[in-house]
T-cell receptor, first 111, second 112 residues
Framework: DAKTTQPPSMDCAEGRAANLPCNHS???????VYWYRQIHSQGPQYIIHGLKNNETNEMASLIITEDRKSSTLILPHATLRDTAVYYC????????????FGSGTQLTVLP | DTAVSQTPKYLVTQMGNDKSIKCEQN?????MYWYKQDSKKFLKIMFS???????INETVPNRFSPKSPDKAHLNLHINSLELGDSAVYFC???????????FGQGTRLTVV
């Protein structure tokens, strides 16, 4: 049951912006979009989340379309250490906080 | 000071054995989770615990049982291990009504 769809892999040149898309066309009104990344079999690391407004923190920016059916994670200046699998997931604001991870996007930052 | 720590990091054992993986969090979170990551890298939630109550229980074999002695610990017990149990198991914690979940570094279980 793929609740989110992401491209399996992407490359990005070091220093350039990395734009990672995610499709969540069946998202419901109370579900947030969350992004995590996993660097080489380490534990997943939280990046950012949002509901309908665009969000920015020290790691990344999250752009959510007006219809909320898709979003884009932006790493403004990718470094080699950003090479990882990036997971887009959705989470309801209810009490059962179950993160369901899809297959993710393997981002490779090239020197 | 590690926020979510799991032990052991690696575990190799024979089929049929019983094993446990320990998890501790020092973040004061009220909810803890166990995830399984298979060879295809899919992360699937197995259990979550809030205030010592099981609030999510996915369709995992009953050979797997989570045990929480207190709010800071959620251990995973596995009985009669099978080859298909080989995977990386991640513990995580969060506030029930909070934002992000924090993950441990994983336990790579290999059943031979």
């Amino acid at each position: 049951d793929a609740k989110t769809t992401q491209p399996p892999s992407m490359d990005c040149a070091e220093g350039r912006a990395a734009n990672l898309p995610c499709n969540h066309s069946t998202i419901s009104g109370n579900e947030y979009v969350y992004w995590y990344r996993q660097i080489h079999s380490q534990g997943p690391q939280y990046i950012i989340h949002g509901l309908k407004n665009n969000e920015t923190n020290e790691m990344a920016s999250l752009i959510i379309t007006e219809d909320r059916k898709s979003s884009t994670l932006i790493l403004p200046h990718a470094t080699l250490r950003d090479t990882a699998v990036y997971y887009c997931t959705r989470l309801s604001s209810g009490s059962a906080r179950q993160l369901t991870f899809g297959s993710g996007t393997q981002l490779t930052v090239l020197p | 000071d590690t926020a979510v720590s799991q032990t052991p990091k690696y575990l190799v054992t024979q089929m049929g054995n019983d094993k446990s993986i320990k998890c501790e969090q020092n973040l004061g979170h009220d909810t803890m989770y166990w995830y399984k990551q298979d060879s295809k890298k899919f992360l699937k939630i197995m259990f979550s615990y809030n205030n010592k109550e099981l609030i999510i229980n996915e369709t995992v074999p009953n050979r797997f049982s989570p045990k929480s002695p207190d709010k800071a610990h959620l251990n995973l017990h596995i009985n009669s291990l099978e080859l298909g149990d080989s995977a990386v198991y991640f513990c995580a914690s969060s506030q029930l009504r909070g934002t992000e979940a924090f993950f441990g570094q994983g336990t790579r279980l290999t059943v031979v």
